[in-house]
């Protein structure tokens, strides 16, 4: 089994707050993932709407709905539960890929997979 990646310091991860970047290869393109924290766990989602395949987004690293709530599309509104990437309203189709986390001694590291990989620098 590959080594866990180096996401962040779990500091960086604050509840209903802005998401922490980072890039991975899926299906063989790059893709923008993204962390955050809900209901103190951390939490890893490729950032690509089920909808139409377009970053959530609504200002940079803005993921959360106003109430912390809901993970939210920007574009059409389509809304994802953060702890499990299910889709709970609007336009989408499934769920958002997650992204195994693990989380010690205030360090966060995401888990590479088969389809799933670090971008190589």
Known sequence: MPAPVFLCRSEDLREGGLAVPFDVVHAGARWRAFAVRFEGRAQAYLNRCTHIPMELDWQ???????????????????????????????????????????????VVHWHTSDDLYPVES
């Open 60 to 106: 940079p690293n803005q993921v959360f709905d106003d109430s912390g709530q809901w993970l939210l599309c920007a574009t059409h509104g389509a809304a994802y539960a953060p702890d499990t990437g299910a889709c709970v309203g609007g336009p989408c189709r499934g769920g958002l890929v997650k992204i195994a986390l693990c989380e010690a001694r205030g």
